[in-house]
């Protein structure tokens, strides 16, 4: 570790990842070694402005984008159900026109107030790769906003897992300070550790949603769905197809967890291989609707192997013992759940050796949501992937997608056998 080198008006970090400068006597800007200078050409005074114009905010980053053009990130979340992510990566450079509250700004470049930052160490920090993500942490646990906005443009791909950049001793101290994983907190740890402070300020992830009665206000959904709508029909069917070629068709019969089960159509048609089929779902309403619609008389059909069986339960705490399930579904679930680090730390645990993991969910668009009123969230390939990886050590053996009129991803997972 070197000393810190001075070259005014810049000082560079012992990191080397970080560049710090003095604006005027209250404003400091910080840019990534990596981004190119940032456009248009008054980009200081301009993030100054922003700074200045709302006390609460004290932290203030220029959307960065990639080599060909395309929204690298709008800023980064990270006490979020996705982990953390780059807000609106992937997107035309022009999608986002609007100032945008984020948990952090983790490259390009930075204004911040001064005042803060001397009041939260931040030149220490900046000495780890993973400092501006500390320093926006600590600035909004004092009650402080962080912003990217639109009109000051950066080129700068800085990303901390992708790169491989972040040491084992900068990972570890950071989850000893803060308590949790940066790559993905469980929401439920931050919320008991970091009760009362502003590091909740997401009220849409961290207040109280209301109850969830999906299955009374759409009776019997996805059963109607299948006999009506040939696209969905299609759908399932391949749906179903992926999950049951990877699930060992042997005796006594490979055990298959529908995990969000809803109304019980996925198990009936995975039990239609002949495999033994277990759902779990929250909702009473829809674990009785499952459990009508798959007697024998009323699916009109004789399963080859036992019928599936259902059972109301939380995913964050599975009911079962430690790799019992060869076969994993999450089909239209994970964009349901609060915090899914939770729940795909049980399907890690309860998984066997050599099984499969298989994950369905509508892609992330920008400005848009499949289910407004029932989705927490919507992932991009990219994030989904992630996410299973760091939470559960599975190995992601591909990433695929459904289309027309659909727009889902699909994940297979595997875990060494």
């Known amino acids: 570790m070197q000393d810190l080198i001075s070259s005014p008006p810049e000082v560079q970090s012992r990191s080397g990842q970080w560049l710090l400068e003095e604006f005027d006597e209250d404003v400091v800007i910080i840019r990534s070694a990596t981004a190119t200078e940032p456009q248009p050409p008054d980009w200081r005074d301009r993030l100054a402005h922003y700074l200045k114009a709302a006390p609460s905010v004290v932290v203030v980053g220029a959307k960065r984008t990639d080599t060909n053009d395309r929204i690298f990130s709008m800023g980064e979340f990270t006490i979020h159900p996705k982990g953390f992510h780059h807000l609106g990566r992937g997107v035309e450079s022009y999608a986002f026109r609007f100032p945008e509250e984020v948990d952090a700004i983790c490259g390009g470049v930075l204004a911040m107030r001064r005042d803060k930052f001397d009041g939260v160490g931040g030149s220490n920090l900046l000495d780890s790769s993973l400092g501006t993500l500390e320093l926006c942490l600590a600035l909004r646990a004092a009650g ?136 779990v779902d929250p909702e009473q309403s829809a674990i009785d609707q499952a459990t009508m619609l798959t007697k024998k008389e009323e699916a009109a059909c004789t399963y080859p192997g036992p019928s599936p069986k259902f059972i109301v339960g939380l995913g964050q705490s599975l009911p ?98």
């Open 144 to 279: 402080g906003r962080c912003v990217a906005v639109p009109d000051v443009v950066v080129c700068d791909t800085f990303d901390p897992i992708a790169e491989n950049t972040i040491t084992l001793q900068e990972h570890q101290t950071f989850i000893a300070h803060w308590g949790f994983d940066w790559r993905a907190p469980d929401l439920d740890v931050v919320r008991q550790k970091h009760a009362g402070t502003d590091l909740l300020w997401n009220v849409r992830f961290f207040g109280e949603a209301m109850p969830f009665i999906k299955y009374e206000q759409r009776n019997c959904m996805h059963w109607n769905s299948y006999a009506q709508v040939d696209v969905y029909r299609q759908r399932a069917d391949c749906l179903a197809k992926v999950i049951t070629n990877v699930t060992p068709h042997c005796s006594p019969p490979a055990k298959i967890l529908d995990l969000g089960c809803g109304d019980g159509l996925f198990s009936h048609l995975f039990a239609l291989s002949g495999t033994q089929v277990v759902g």
């Open 320 to 417: 079962f013992d430690d790799a019992s399930f060869q076969t994993v579904a999450m089909l239209d679930v994970i964009e349901h759940l609060p915090n899914p680090v939770a729940v795909l730390r049980e399907v890690g645990r309860i998984l066997a050796p050599g099984g499969h993991l298989i994950v369905s969910t509508p892609t992330w668009q920008f400005g848009g949501s499949s289910d407004p009123v029932y989705h927490v969230c919507e992932y991009t390939p990219w994030e989904l992937a992630q996410q299973i990886q760091i939470v559960t050590g599975l190995n992601i053996h591909q990433t695929s997608k459904i289309s027309d009129p659909y727009r889902d991803i699909v994940v297979e997972a595997c875990k060494d056998g």
